[in-house]
């Protein structure tokens, strides 16, 4: 065994449960936060030397810990559907113009002051934009995503209002506050992946350089919600396939987490179902509509005749034989609209009023989840969504 691949060999068996505990944390919140949580820091500074050591030679990730601050440096992968979610209740996820705005503040503030008015951050940020070739507005919806941007900064530590609220800036362009800043931890913020990156696909390209195909495959596994064998190549899966009780040891020594194998892929199973900012199952309208969506089409009965505009037959029937299985968009409507039909008037909110809205949003959370695939018109059922079959469920709660 790979000594950089060997599980923790502690004698103290608190100390490698406080191990675990702290880096589970990091996995799921990698800026942690004296003010937020100075017990879990507290942890993490107890044994930074051990998890910057795990980290970096099992992910090749980095930590850095300062005075009131620690930051897991996910440098070897960067997820493809885990945006940035606004300082709210809901937390929905960033949009491009919000996106814009965070980064000019975040350049705006990286030299200081520690101290600064937000019509003088205003003022830098404009300067900014100039300088990236950004046209800035004062419209209503220039104006509503800075806000957004400065309470996301605000709620993970960047910054704090010491006079006044940010938010009257959204309604009022004449509106002020005064902010203190934290350059010190914007400049913990970026991942080496953003070097001389100009676009969003370059900095997926820069992070998905595969400089060691064996950290590169762990984080994909611990970062995705499923690797699939299509993800790899052959030398690249074959390796990881002989070597999977060595990281099954890994991932269960490190974060307590197993690994669940089959043919088409690898799908990481954490058993507290804790370790993800987006779960599924889940409750509530979209959550119930998805899960009763994977169901109907598992078991609609496909054949040659009912293959989508575009998919080929040869393929459908090839993807049928690998678990990929395709129905057109027209068809999930119909699915999603006769599931609103049954359960809307007792369960399920007003969402379900609208089935192709209620569609978009259901389909979204399963292509978080590497349920689906949407191909244009077409939507590809994946083999992980055969263990979320009701059937499947019923079956695996009778042998419990």
Same mark, same amino acid.
């Given at each position: ?12 068996? =608190? ?101 600064i008015s937000l019509r003088d951050l205003i ?10 070739? +950004?046209?800035?507005t004062e419209e209503p919806t220039d104006r509503?995503?800075?806000?957004? *941007?400065?309470?996301?900064? +605000? ?9 006044? =609220? ?20 914007? *400049? ?7 070097a001389r990156s100009e676009t969003p696909e ?63 892929? +690898? ?26 969506? +994977? ?8 054949? !040659?005749?009912?293959? !989508? ?45 609208? !089935? ?36 499947? =469920? ?7």
């Open positions: 065994m790979n000594p950089a691949s060997a599980p923790t060999n502690s004698a103290d068996p =608190q100390q490698k449960l406080d191990i675990r505990t702290a880096a589970r944390h990091l996995v799921r919140y990698p800026l942690v936060l004296a003010e937020n949580d100075p017990e879990m820091l507290l942890l993490i500074r107890r044994h930074e030397q051990a998890l910057d050591s795990l980290f970096t030679r099992r992910f090749g990730y980095r930590l850095q810990v300062t005075a009131d601050t620690a930051r897991l440096f996910k440098s070897s992968v960067v997820a493809h559907r885990r945006p940035l979610l606004t300082a709210t209740s809901q937390g929905r996820p960033f949009s491009q113009r919000e996106y814009t705005m965070l980064a000019l503040s975040l350049a705006a503030v990286a030299a200081g002051p520690s101290v003022h830098e940020v404009r300067s900014a934009a100039a300088d990236a070739d +950004i046209t800035l509503r995503a800075l806000v957004t *941007a400065l309470k996301w900064m +605000i709620q993970n530590g960047i910054a704090s209002e010491m006079h006044n =609220q940010v938010d009257r800036y959204a309604a009022d362009e004449t509106a002020d506050a005064v902010l203190s800043v934290r350059p010190d931890r914007v *400049a913990l913020l970026p991942l080496p992946a953003l370059q900095v997926l390209d820069r992070s998905d350089q595969r400089l060691s195909s064996r950290a590169w495959m762990r984080s994909v596994l611990l970062e995705e919600p499923v690797l699939f064998r299509s993800d790899l190549t052959d030398s690249e899966w074959s390796e990881l396939r002989q070597r999977l009780g060595e990281e099954a040891a890994v991932f269960d020594d490190m974060f307590g987490l197993h690994l669940e194998s089959r043919a088409e892929g +690898i799908m990481v199973i954490d058993p507290e179902n804790e370790l993800t900012d987006s779960r599924f199952p889940r409750s509530g309208t979209l959550g119930h509509a998805a899960l009763l969506l +994977i169901d109907r089409l598992v078991h609609l009965d496909r054949t !040659p005749a009912d293959v !989508p505009p575009g998919s080929g037959t040869d393929d459908d029937l090839n993807s049928v034989n690998a678990g990929r299985v395709p129905f057109s968009r027209t068809d999930v409507i119909d699915v999603v609209a006769s599931l609103a039909a049954e359960h809307r008037p007792r369960y399920w909110s007003q969402d379900a009023d609208n !089935p192709e809205r209620l569609t978009v949003d259901v389909l979204d959370l399963l292509c978080d989840h590497r349920l689906v695939e949407v191909d244009g018109d077409v939507v590809w059922l994946l083999p992980p969504a055969w263990r979320y079959s009701l059937d499947v =469920q019923y079956q695996q709660e009778s042998l419990l």
